[in-house]
């Protein structure tokens, strides 16, 4: 049985959508008197997805990472890097190519991975497939220690500010993001990404999660396999140190919690307790407009084929 609500992404999709009209824009004839600044401002945004001329100190190594498949024909893909805390930290990037023909700003999905260190670290292939989903630019920080970032995996510690530099860069540097509405993904150890941002940043406007973690410490206590890693890359157990466990746990502080939530996750899961989701969302329905959809299986991080047109739907209402 499925409960009618709604939140996230990362099976490989095939939508069928619209590709809009291009629009190009004039470039200002330096010798001509001064443009309104109407024209000033396209010109100044003309080949806003040339990536190149975004390289900088902060910014640097865009390659195309697009795998000859089939999201070509609906997405760009791009593998960066940036800079949070002085470490050099990987990015990745989809931007629909509907969205790159109108030469205009498009709205933007983040999308905050699971796994820890090397294990669930982002491919070349993780965003496409979420771009097409979402009908959104898609960026995605690799966190430090992940993959080929920097420094090390603190699990929601000071790997945190990878998620929030990004979204600076979002906001001050990439000038094909519009910030509206913008919205943050997180799958299941994304939750502990996805949920502290929100609290912390008020760019984000609404929340996404699937199979997501919500309480740590339950975590922690149901996985016998977690219990080293949590200790090795959080620095403590929870008994010996539960605040840096709550820190990262929407359950415990979801009264701050006031961005619409989408969330989706398995009754079944054998990685995050439904538990979980179910406690998160008795929590925030009463406040907030948070949406849950569960499915009777034991999948983890999956969104069903029948959804895709409700996550949709929910991101442009």
Request: proline share 4%; hydrophobic share 35%.
């Given at each position: 049985?499925?409960?009618?609500?709604?939140?996230?992404?990362?099976?490989?999709?095939?939508?069928?959508?619209?590709?809009?009209?291009?629009?190009?824009?004039?470039?200002?004839?330096?010798?001509?008197?001064?443009?309104?600044?109407?024209?000033?401002?396209?010109?100044?945004?003309?080949?806003?997805?040339?990536?190149?001329?975004?390289?900088?100190?902060?910014?640097?190594?865009?390659?195309?990472?697009?795998?000859?498949?089939?999201?070509?024909?609906?997405?760009?893909?791009?593998?960066?890097n940036y800079l949070s805390d002085g470490l050099k930290i990987e990015g990745y990037l989809s931007v629909p190519l509907s969205v790159e023909k109108t030469q205009?700003?498009?709205?933007?999905?983040?999308?905050?991975?699971?796994?820890n260190r090397d294990y669930g670290k982002l491919e070349n292939n993780t965003t496409a497939p979420m771009c097409v989903v979402c009908d959104r630019i898609v960026?995605?920080?690799?966190?430090?220690?992940?993959?080929?970032?920097?420094?090390?995996?603190?699990?929601?510690?000071?790997?945190?500010?990878?998620?929030?530099?990004?979204?600076?860069?979002?906001?001050?540097?990439?000038?094909?993001?519009?910030?509206?509405?913008?919205?943050?993904?997180?799958?299941?150890?994304?939750?502990?990404?996805?949920?502290?941002?929100?609290?912390?940043?008020?760019?984000?406007?609404?929340?996404?999660?699937?199979?997501?973690?919500?309480?740590?410490?339950?975590?922690?206590?149901?996985?016998?396999?977690?219990?080293?890693?949590?200790?090795?890359?959080?620095?403590?157990?929870?008994?010996?140190?539960?605040?840096?466990?709550?820190?990262?746990?929407?359950?415990?502080?979801?009264?701050?919690?006031?961005?619409?939530?989408?969330?989706?996750?398995?009754?079944?899961?054998?990685?995050?307790?439904?538990?979980?989701?179910?406690?998160?969302?008795?929590?925030?329905?009463?406040?907030?407009?948070?949406?849950?959809?569960?499915?009777?299986?034991?999948?983890?991080?999956?969104?069903?084929?029948?959804?895709?047109?409700?996550?949709?739907?929910?991101?442009?209402?």
């Open positions: 049985m499925r409960k009618t609500r709604i939140c996230g992404i990362l099976l490989p999709v095939v939508l069928v959508l619209s590709v809009l009209a291009g629009c190009q824009t004039e470039k200002a004839n330096q010798a001509e008197p001064a443009a309104p600044a109407e024209t000033a401002i396209a010109s100044e945004r003309a080949d806003i997805y040339n990536m190149e001329s975004y390289e900088s100190d902060e910014v640097f190594g865009f390659v195309k990472v697009n795998q000859g498949g089939k999201y070509d024909a609906f997405c760009t893909t791009y593998k960066f205009k700003p498009g709205k933007c999905a983040m999308y905050n991975h699971g796994g960026i995605a920080s690799q966190y430090r220690g992940c993959g080929g970032s920097e420094g090390e995996d603190h699990f929601g510690g000071d790997d945190l500010n990878d998620v929030i530099k990004l979204i600076d860069l979002c906001e001050n540097t990439f000038l094909f993001i519009v910030m509206d509405d913008f919205c943050v993904i997180g799958a299941s150890r994304g939750g502990v990404m996805t949920y502290p941002a929100a609290r912390k940043d008020s760019r984000i406007k609404r929340i996404i999660t699937i199979g997501a973690v919500s309480d740590l410490i339950e975590s922690y206590e149901a996985r016998d396999d977690m219990k080293d890693v949590l200790k090795e890359t959080i620095g403590f157990t929870p008994e010996e140190n539960p605040e840096e466990y709550k820190k990262r746990s929407a359950v415990y502080w979801a009264d701050e919690i006031n961005i619409p939530v989408l969330i989706f996750h398995a009754k079944h899961d054998p990685l995050v307790p439904y538990g979980q989701a179910e406690k998160l969302y008795e929590i925030l329905k009463s406040r907030i407009d948070c949406t849950l959809i569960s499915y009777d299986d034991d999948s983890h991080a999956e969104v069903k084929p029948e959804d895709y047109q409700t996550i949709l739907d929910w991101l442009n209402q």
